[in-house]
């Protein structure tokens, strides 16, 4: 079985494991020029884009990256996704706008793409029923979705992120737990603290309790 390079003392042995069979899978049913990795600078797709890059599997490297910008970007996630294309030297392509109409851009520029890697967890919304591997709907464009962190949980995340000391968004360390753009996200309320004096800060993600119910309490 391949191995992932001195990785997950953290996470569940099971979790690490089934990762590197959907990986595996994915590499066996679609050439690494078949996919690519959706990328938004969060804090999963980060461990997603880690993983696969120290995963020691033929042709992995290989997996393009794409960048899917919002309209209304953080300076913060910008500035990351250009520390990312240098920690990882890789090329990250941008493609902005909504998540359907970036697909449909990103398939009318590349048409032998014919599947995207997710970082999408099952605590995610819509994510319930999702599978590991699982064709979009109608009125998309047609991909099929790869999601090989699905029984990941948040703990689980901010686990690998700190134990591997992975980078990621400086938002986290100011109290976003699920970062949108700036017109959808403000930092998640149960991490407020306010001082005698009044002064308001906000604790770090990966201090949240309950981290998945309430990880998108900052979203507006």
Same mark, same amino acid.
Not at 30 to 33: G, K, N, S
């Given at each position: 079985m391949p191995q992932i390079c001195t990785l997950l003392p953290l996470i569940p042995f099971l979790r690490s494991h089934r990762f590197l069979q959907i990986i595996t899978q994915a590499l066996d049913r679609?050439?690494?020029?078949e996919m690519f990795i959706s990328f938004n600078g969060g804090k999963d797709c980060t *461990?997603?884009?880690?993983?696969?890059h120290n995963a020691n599997l033929k042709d992995a490297k290989r997996i393009k990256c794409i960048y899917v910008r919002p309209l209304n970007p953080f300076?913060?996630?910008?500035?990351?996704?250009?520390?990312?294309r240098q920690h990882y030297d890789i090329t990250i392509s941008t493609v902005d706008g909504g998540i359907k109409e970036a697909l449909?851009?990103?398939c009318r520029t590349d048409p032998q793409l014919k599947a995207c890697i997710m970082g999408s967890r099952r605590s995610d919304p819509y994510c319930e029923r999702l599978a590991s591997f699982q064709e979009t709907d109608p009125g998309w464009p047609r991909l099929m979705r790869i999601n090989p962190l699905l029984e990941w949980t948040c703990?689980?995340?901010w686990s690998y992120i700190r134990e591997h000391d992975?980078?990621?968004?400086?938002?986290?360390?100011r109290g976003y737990t699920s970062i949108g753009d700036r017109t959808n996200t403000i930092p998640t309320p149960p991490?407020? *603290?306010?001082?005698?004096?009044?002064?308001?800060?906000?604790?770090?993600a990966y201090t949240l309790q309950d981290a998945d119910r309430y990880e998108r309490a900052g979203r507006v």
């Open positions: 679609y050439r690494a020029d *461990v997603l884009l880690d993983l696969i300076s913060e996630i910008e500035e990351f996704v250009e520390r990312c449909e851009q990103i703990e689980d995340i992975v980078p990621y968004c400086a938002l986290y360390d991490l407020k *603290v306010e001082t005698d004096s009044g002064e308001v800060t906000y604790l770090a």
